[in-house]
């Protein structure tokens, strides 16, 4: 489908036009006129599927056609990292280029006082939209320095992350403060009870859209090793001792794991950094650019990292403990291959996790090769076939709805567009960065 089959206004279409959008997503293609229509919508997608535009687009076509408060906060967007809200404020950029009235201003901490005095000015005089960490806003909210009481848009991105993150009750006592008739938008990667359970919370009535997890690209060759959990390190160790590690990154389910490992590979003379929820944002900052920069060889990450950043090199991904399900495997693997480059995915599997591997291999509708144990490491596990109960996981298909001459939660009545206006011609065009 294409953007302009829907109703977002022309100055809209005219910078998806500039940056080269033309086809919507399948995730785009279902919020979109839901969002459009003033429903609330739960939408469940994995990073990459064009989510952040799902809810951008729609969101500031509103702004742009008028009809909310100027001094006042009219959208809020919640990131569970600085990384990702940085990554909405870009697309935002893009996105709003030809709007004269809708600017944002992003809200997240790990900066230093002039930062936040300048966020206060921003807050205090209204800001169409804002971008936000839960912490970071939370710490505006105790000084006063934001009313969202005619807040008009409440959008939770990747919400499981944020609980994941420990954000709950940040984001229950930041939705106290929104009026009733706040719309309100919430995008998962998965759908646990918990997240089940917070959309029920929050959101009223909602159109629920779930796009099914993609299989990860062909380019990423997987393997996996089955051992038992002390011969890790030592497979590890095995991989590096060719000296060749640039752009790698070790996943592990537990921040205590990562702070392990990292030490331990210290101890090998491997140039490696550990990324975890314990250290502060300057930290986070420090250690990505130093990873970014080539200055790191490896990252020791628990799932902070899996989604939402951009790094294209990555040359090898290493799960170091099976993941919890399909979707965060893909995730996690996902971080490799990118960019028209090739990559390899390798996952340790211990007796323990052969059900949960073996879902995943349903899942991929493959068996995952299986390396050899290095030589002095002894045997591993047996890795019993049918180990693994149910197969893969039903998905449900998200479901469109007729739109045509719906009315909308202001009582407007939204029509399709039958046509385009001139494009402005003047000034420089909008980038692609906020694809």
């Given at each position: 489908m294409n953007f302009e089959e829907t109703y977002?206004?022309?100055?809209?279409?005219?910078?998806?036009?500039?940056?080269?959008?033309?086809?919507?997503?399948?995730?785009?293609?279902?919020?979109?006129?839901?969002?459009?229509?003033?429903?609330?919508?739960?939408?469940?997608?994995?990073?990459?599927?064009?989510?952040?535009?799902?809810?951008?687009?729609?969101?500031?076509?509103?702004?742009?056609d008028g009809g909310y408060p100027d001094d006042a906060i009219n959208c809020v967007i919640m990131s569970p990292t600085r990384e990702l809200a940085q990554q909405i404020d870009q697309a935002?950029?893009?996105?709003?280029?030809?709007?004269?009235?809708?600017?944002?201003?992003?809200?997240?901490?790990?900066?230093?006082?002039?930062?936040?005095?300048?966020?206060?000015?921003?807050?205090?005089?209204?800001?169409?939209?804002?971008?936000?960490?839960?912490?970071?806003?939370?710490?505006?909210?105790?000084?006063?320095?934001?009313?969202?009481?005619?807040?008009?848009?409440?959008v939770l991105d990747e919400a499981d992350?944020?609980?994941?993150?420990?954000?709950?009750?940040?984001?229950?006592?930041?939705?106290?403060?929104?009026p009733d008739s706040c719309q309100k938008v919430m995008f998962s990667a998965t759908m646990p009870e918990k997240i089940r359970e917070l959309a029920v919370s929050l959101l009223h009535d909602p159109v629920e859209v779930k796009i099914a997890v993609s299989r990860p690209a062909d380019k990423i060759h997987q393997s996996a090793y089955v051992c038992y959990d002390p011969q890790k390190l030592k497979i590890i160790q095995h991989m590096f001792r060719g000296g060749d590690?640039?752009?790698?990154?070790i996943f592990c389910g537990k921040k205590e794991r990562v702070k392990n490992i990292a030490h331990e590979l210290v101890k090998m003379n491997i140039n490696c950094a550990a990324m975890h929820s314990d250290l502060t944002q300057a930290?986070?900052?420090?250690?990505?650019?130093r990873f970014k920069a080539g200055h790191i060889d490896v990252l020791v990450a628990t799932d902070i990292v899996a989604r939402g950043i951009d790094i294209d090199d990555i040359r090898i991904v290493i799960n170091y403990d099976v993941p919890h399900d399909s979707e965060d495997y893909v995730h996690r693997i996902g971080r490799t291959a990118r960019a028209d480059r090739d990559g390899q995915a390798i996952t340790f599997v211990n007796d323990r996790d052969i059900p949960r591997f073996q879902r995943i291999e349903s899942f991929l509708m493959k068996e995952v090769e299986k390396n050899s144990l290095p030589e002095g490491l002894g045997e591993g596990p047996e890795y019993k076939a049918g180990a693994a109960k149910g197969g893969a996981r039903?998905?449900?298909?998200?479901?469109?709805?007729?739109?045509?001459?719906?009315?909308?939660?202001?009582?407007?009545?939204?029509?399709g567009k039958g046509g385009r206006n001139s494009r402005k011609s003047q000034g420089e065009k909008p980038t692609d960065s906020g694809k």
């Open positions: 977002l206004n022309d100055n809209i279409l005219d910078a998806l036009y500039d940056m080269h959008f033309e086809e919507m997503t399948p995730i785009q293609e279902k919020c979109i006129p839901e969002i459009l229509d003033g429903h609330d919508v739960l939408g469940v997608a994995q990073t990459g599927t064009g989510k952040t535009a799902a809810y951008l687009l729609p969101i500031l076509s509103l702004l742009d935002m950029e893009g996105f709003s280029y030809y709007l004269d009235n809708v600017s944002s201003i992003a809200v997240y901490g790990g900066n230093d006082g002039t930062r936040f005095d300048q966020e206060m000015k921003g807050l205090r005089g209204g800001a169409p939209v804002v971008i936000a960490t839960p912490g970071r806003l939370l710490s505006h909210m105790k000084v006063g320095n934001l009313d969202l009481s005619r807040t008009s848009f409440f992350r944020m609980l994941d993150m420990g954000f709950s009750d940040d984001i229950m006592q930041i939705n106290k403060l929104l590690l640039q752009r790698v990154i930290e986070r900052d420090d250690v990505m650019y039903k998905r449900n298909r998200g479901h469109g709805r007729t739109r045509h001459g719906r009315q909308g939660k202001d009582g407007r009545n939204r029509q």
